[in-house]
């Protein structure tokens, strides 16, 4: 979604992320642009999904968090999320976890047919709700505001009861050491149940993050069918990886 936006939107976006709110009269005068011109992009942002509106400003429609971690490694994130929109095979079920990176995955599979998502992330449904060729169920569940995600025993109720070929997880940091790590304690559950209904899983997650140690410990990286990560995984991290028996993917950017 970010990628869709022009400067003076992501301008708008930054200042909500600092701020939680904005109102057009500072915005106009900061930019240096008319108040008609700001109401405007506040209707376009709104339109896309990005602000709630009220009188005289805006406040934005999704957590503080996630816009920060939506503008990081942002070629990166889309990268990794094209191509694994391409091990997605017409007719396939597949599940996907919540995350910036994941959710990008709903919007490359355009153009595949018969697709079924399983997901609990608020994120993916945006992305795909437009898309005629994808079925989308929704976990259900507690909503946690700060990963647009749904958790607790309802979500992993529901993706105890279905069987997919593909699982696309996320993560907060990752190494050889410490496996898979995540700040939310919920959201480690919700990936062990994904993996434990997939054929296959497939951990998605920028170079940035190897080395970094979430609160929650997830699950061992041996225990990933693969990693895709960019080019920006140093060969020293890559050889330690392949030689542990760990398939890894880097894509270019």
């Known amino acids: 979604m970010v990628a869709e936006l022009n400067e003076r939107e992501r301008i708008i976006l930054d200042r909500l992320s600092e701020n939680g709110t904005v109102t057009v009269t500072d915005l106009a005068r900061d930019l240096g642009f008319s108040e008609v011109t ?120 529901t993706i105890s009861r279905v069987n997919v070929r593909l699982a696309f997880v996320g993560t907060d940091g990752f190494s050889l050491e410490r496996g898979m790590t995540t700040h939310l304690m919920e959201g480690a559950e919700i990936v062990k149940a994904m993996k434990s209904h997939a054929q296959t899983t497939v ?20 225990a990933m069918d693969l990693i895709l990560t960019d080019s920006g995984l140093d060969g020293t991290a890559e050889a330690e990886l392949r030689e542990a028996g760990i398939s890894v993917s880097k894509v270019s950017v």
């Open 38 to 157: 700001i109401r405007g992009d506040f209707r376009t942002l709104e339109d896309k999904g990005w602000i709630n509106r009220h009188r005289g400003g805006a406040a934005p429609a999704l957590h503080r968090d996630i816009l920060e971690r939506q503008r990081v490694c942002l070629e990166q994130k889309n990268a990794i999320a094209r191509a694994a929109a391409e091990l997605v095979r017409d007719g396939d079920v597949i599940m996907i976890e919540a995350g910036t990176t994941t959710a990008l995955i709903a919007r490359y599979l355009a153009g595949k047919r018969d697709i079924h998502i399983v997901t609990n992330s608020t994120l993916v449904f945006s992305y795909a709700r437009m898309n005629p060729n994808l079925q989308i169920t929704m976990t259900g569940g507690e909503f946690r505001r700060s990963t647009e995600s749904m958790v607790g025993p309802i979500a992993l109720e």
């Open 203 to 222: 951990l998605t997650a920028d170079s940035g993050k190897y080395g970094k140690v979430g609160f929650s410990s997830v699950l061992p990286l041996s």
